[in-house]
Each structure stands twice: as structure tokens, then as C-alpha cells.
């Protein structure tokens, strides 16, 4: 019985240290930044880190996206490895790690889902100067709610006390969710506008990001004094999400084949926004194919998209790839696919899906990828990056 006793206390007494010794090291850092939301996160977060740095505050990061990473002061990447499964209290060890090179500022990406892990995230473990919501998004309804408003007011657990929160939402009903969330924190919300940049602040981009995180982002930079431009050229100028949405034209057997990774947007909503952009792009480009990547634990994200896909794109090939495809084809003429647009190719190797994909085109085409990245789309993409970077003209 002593030892229980002595064993609890020891525990108790650990960990009010630790816990006091990591709010050392928080408040130590005079700007925190925390991005929760939908959609964007990712991208949000580097593109902050990328301002701040440009505008000469020595900015260090951590992304949870495609894949997690600390960005140094220099803009330099570090994998996080784990370990053991994915657990909040990372975020701790992470701060001990920023600690040792003493940033003026810190950017975070919120990697928590829950709502009362999304709160500890940021009421016990952060402690933000400024909060960051990118959207609201129909997504992780089983933790968060069936409805936009019971995801946004589960995302407002990340709103700070007494801080500003910036915001690309536009919906009012959730943006007032929000700004009554904010107000008993002595919190204010501010709404930013994607018409705040251009078509030519945009094509600085190497890849295709979205409008609406580059103006948040800028607004985010302008508050903590880096003005428009500067900001703008460190953004263009930093690395993008693994899963940001790029494009890899590969030619073979004179045929070219541009690829666009739409994997990180895997809810509708969003996925129809990154697809809509596409053709804005490549209004022209030949046969178009969408390639949905499944997943068997995110079945009924796959049905989302495949109706959306249905009812919202025009396409000429629609290929099912990934887990769960018998499935899947059982619902797509429901869901508005027909048939004679199926090719359902499964768990195929990237070479293999790779070679699929130039018999489905006769001279030109276009493939948009979408769903989740997991179980062999990332590995796709990455075929065709390094493809397009060769050159490849012949098989």
C-alpha cells in the first residue's frame, strides 16, 4: 500500500513540474500562433511561418499534414518520427524542442480532433496570441458533429482568450457561432476575404494554392507587422505541403499526361473547390479522368465524394482505385456514375496505376486525383513527380 502511495505522489509531483516547466517555456515565446479548422491547415500554417520569417521574426513551425514536420528559423523541414500512435501531448515535447533555439515566434497546427482534445490543445498547452481558423467543412463527423454548426463550435474550442482570431469562413451563420464563442473570452473574430489577393499575386506560387489561405495568411502577417508584400515573396518562395496541389505533366510515347494531386482536400466541399480551380487552369487539356483513392475506414467519405463527383464534375473516365472498390461500385449509379465511365483498378502498384492511366488517354489528358493520399495515392503522385522531373518520353 506504501508504495501505490509513494508511486501516486511521485506521478503528482512529476507532473505538476513538467506541467509548470512547459508554461515556462510557452510564455517564453512571445508570439504563438495556433491554426485549427476543416481545410488548409497545413498550408495556412506554412504559409505564416514563411511571412514571418520573410518580415525578419525568427519563425519556427510544426505541421501535422500529409506528413508531420518541424520547420526551423531557417525554413528548413524535420520529420517527426513516432514511435507510439499519434497523441496530443506531443505538442509539449515539441515546445521543449522549440525552447532550445529561442524563436521570437511559433507557428502550430492544431492536430487534435476531438473538441475537449482541440480545447487542452490550446487552453493548457499553447496558449495563443493570435488564433487561426481556416474553414468549416463537412468532415470527422463522428467526432465533431453531423451539422456545420456542431463542427464549428467544436473548432471554437481552439478560439484564444483574450486574442484575436482570424478567419477565411465566410458562412455567417457559422461566423457567428464563432464570434459568440469569442465573445465571453474577450476574443474578437476577424473575417478575411479571398478577393484581398490577385491572379498575379497567385501565379508566384510554384503550385496551385488556394486564394483564401494566401489572403488569411497575409492578414495574419499584416496584424503581426510584416507588410503585404514582403510577406508575399517569403510565401511564394517557401515549400508546400507534400500533399499541396501540384501538377506533374509526364510524356510518353507522345502522349502528355498532366497529374494534379487533389488528395489533400479529401472532403466534397473542398475537393469540388480544388477541381473547380483545375479548370479554370486547363480549360482545354483533352480527356479528363478523376481517380478516387479509397480508404476502408473512410468509406462514407468515399460515398460523399463519388456523389458529389456524380452530380457536380464533367468527366469522361471516373477510376475507383484503393480499398474497398467492389463496395463502392455497388452505390456509384446511384450516386450518378454511370457505369460505362468505371474502370475500378483497386490496389494496384503505382507503376502499374501509372500505366493504366496513359492507356485511358489517346494524346492529351488530365488526371485529378482525389480522396485520401493513404494506401498508395501519395505514392502515385510521387511516381509522377519524379517522372515529370525526368523528363520521361518514352516507357
Same mark, same amino acid.
Given at each position: %500500500?506504501?508504495?501505490?502511495?509513494?508511486?501516486?505522489?511521485?506521478?503528482?509531483? @512529476?507532473?505538476?513540474?513538467? @506541467?509548470?516547466?512547459?508554461?515556462?517555456?510557452?510564455?517564453?515565446?512571445?508570439?504563438?500562433?495556433?491554426?485549427?479548422?476543416?481545410?488548409?491547415?497545413?498550408?495556412?500554417?506554412?504559409?505564416?511561418?514563411?511571412? *514571418?520569417?520573410?518580415?525578419?521574426?525568427?519563425?519556427?513551425?510544426?505541421?501535422?499534414?500529409?506528413?508531420?514536420?518541424?520547420?526551423?528559423?531557417?525554413?528548413? +523541414?524535420?520529420?517527426?518520427?513516432?514511435?507510439?500512435?499519434?497523441?496530443?501531448?506531443?505538442?509539449?515535447?515539441?515546445?521543449?524542442?522549440? !525552447?532550445?533555439?529561442?524563436?521570437?515566434?511559433?507557428?502550430?497546427?492544431?492536430?487534435?480532433?476531438?473538441?475537449? @482534445?482541440q480545447w487542452i490543445c490550446e487552453h493548457r498547452f499553447l496558449h495563443s496570441t493570435l488564433g487561426v481558423m481556416t474553414n468549416v467543412r463537412?468532415?470527422?463527423?463522428?467526432?465533431?458533429?453531423?451539422?456545420? +454548426?456542431?463542427?464549428?463550435?467544436?473548432?471554437?474550442?481552439?478560439?484564444?482568450?483574450?486574442?484575436?482570431?482570424?478567419?477565411?469562413?465566410?458562412?455567417?451563420? *457559422?461566423?457567428?457561432?464563432?464570434?459568440?464563442?469569442?465573445?465571453?473570452?474577450?476574443?474578437?473574430?476577424?473575417?478575411?476575404? +479571398?478577393?484581398?489577393? &490577385?491572379?498575379?499575386? %497567385?501565379?508566384?506560387?510554384?503550385?496551385?494554392?488556394?486564394?483564401?489561405?494566401?489572403?488569411?495568411?497575409?492578414?495574419?502577417?499584416?496584424?503581426?507587422?510584416?507588410?503585404?508584400?514582403? !510577406?508575399?515573396?517569403?510565401?511564394?518562395?517557401?515549400?508546400?505541403?507534400?500533399?499541396?496541389?501540384?501538377?506533374?505533366?509526364?510524356?510518353?510515347?507522345?502522349?502528355? *499526361?498532366?497529374?494534379?494531386?487533389?488528395?489533400?482536400?479529401?472532403? !466534397?466541399?473542398?475537393?469540388?473547390?480544388?477541381?473547380?480551380?483545375?479548370?479554370?487552369? @486547363?480549360?482545354?487539356?483533352g480527356r479528363k479522368i478523376v481517380m478516387l483513392n479509397t480508404r476502408a475506414d473512410r468509406f462514407d467519405r468515399s460515398v460523399q465524394l463519388?456523389? %458529389?463527383?456524380?452530380?457536380?464534375?464533367?468527366?469522361?473516365?471516373?477510376?475507383?482505385?484503393?480499398?474497398?472498390?467492389? %463496395?463502392?461500385?455497388?452505390?456509384?449509379?446511384?450516386?450518378?456514375?454511370? &457505369?460505362?465511365?468505371?474502370?475500378?483498378?483497386?490496389?494496384?502498384?503505382?507503376?502499374?496505376?501509372?500505366?493504366?492511366?496513359? +492507356?485511358?488517354?489517346?494524346?492529351?489528358?488530365?488526371?485529378?486525383?482525389?480522396?485520401?493520399?493513404?494506401?498508395?495515392?501519395?505514392?502515385?503522385?510521387?511516381?509522377?513527380?519524379?517522372?515529370?522531373?525526368?523528363?520521361?518520353?518514352?516507357?
Amino acid at each position: %500500500m506504501l508504495v501505490i502511495v509513494l508511486l501516486v505522489t511521485f506521478m503528482i509531483v @512529476y507532473g505538476t513540474v513538467e @506541467y509548470v516547466t512547459h508554461r515556462k517555456r510557452v510564455h517564453s515565446i512571445p508570439i504563438r500562433v495556433h491554426v485549427n479548422g476543416t481545410r488548409g491547415k497545413s498550408s495556412v500554417t506554412r504559409l505564416i511561418a514563411a511571412g *514571418l520569417r520573410a518580415g525578419g521574426i525568427r519563425t519556427m513551425a510544426k505541421v501535422t499534414g500529409t506528413k508531420p514536420r518541424i520547420i526551423n528559423q531557417h525554413g528548413l +523541414e524535420v520529420p517527426i518520427i513516432r514511435l507510439t500512435p499519434v497523441n496530443i501531448i506531443e505538442q509539449i515535447k515539441v515546445f521543449r524542442f522549440f !525552447a532550445r533555439f529561442r524563436p521570437k515566434a511559433i507557428v502550430m497546427e492544431c492536430m487534435a480532433v476531438q473538441p475537449s @482534445y482541440q480545447w487542452i490543445c490550446e487552453h493548457r498547452f499553447l496558449h495563443s496570441t493570435l488564433g487561426v481558423m481556416t474553414n468549416v467543412r463537412l468532415d470527422h463527423t463522428i467526432e465533431m458533429g453531423h451539422s456545420l +454548426e456542431m463542427i464549428a463550435n467544436s473548432l471554437a474550442n481552439t478560439i484564444p482568450v483574450c486574442a484575436p482570431m482570424y478567419t477565411a469562413e465566410t458562412n455567417p451563420k *457559422l461566423t457567428t457561432i464563432l464570434e459568440d464563442r469569442a465573445r465571453p473570452l474577450e476574443s474578437e473574430i476577424h473575417i478575411t476575404s +479571398e478577393d484581398d489577393v &490577385s491572379i498575379e499575386d %497567385m501565379r508566384r506560387f510554384s503550385y496551385i494554392e488556394h486564394p483564401a489561405n494566401v489572403a488569411l495568411s497575409l492578414a495574419v502577417c499584416r496584424h503581426l507587422g510584416v507588410q503585404r508584400e514582403t !510577406a508575399l515573396a517569403g510565401m511564394a518562395q517557401a515549400l508546400p505541403d507534400p500533399g499541396a496541389l501540384r501538377v506533374f505533366t509526364v510524356t510518353r510515347d507522345g502522349k502528355s *499526361l498532366h497529374f494534379l494531386n487533389g488528395m489533400a482536400a479529401n472532403d !466534397a466541399e473542398s475537393t469540388l473547390m480544388t477541381w473547380n480551380r483545375v479548370i479554370e487552369l @486547363y480549360p482545354n487539356v483533352g480527356r479528363k479522368i478523376v481517380m478516387l483513392n479509397t480508404r476502408a475506414d473512410r468509406f462514407d467519405r468515399s460515398v460523399q465524394l463519388a456523389e %458529389m463527383i456524380g452530380k457536380e464534375i464533367e468527366y469522361d473516365r471516373f477510376i475507383s482505385k484503393g480499398e474497398s472498390t467492389d %463496395m463502392l461500385s455497388l452505390h456509384l449509379k446511384r450516386l450518378g456514375i454511370p &457505369s460505362d465511365k468505371v474502370r475500378k483498378i483497386g490496389m494496384q502498384k503505382p507503376e502499374a496505376v501509372f500505366n493504366i492511366l496513359f +492507356e485511358e488517354i489517346e494524346d492529351e489528358g488530365l488526371v485529378f486525383a482525389c480522396g485520401n493520399a493513404g494506401h498508395g495515392g501519395l505514392e502515385v503522385a510521387e511516381l509522377f513527380r519524379i517522372r515529370s522531373s525526368e523528363g520521361v518520353k518514352n516507357g
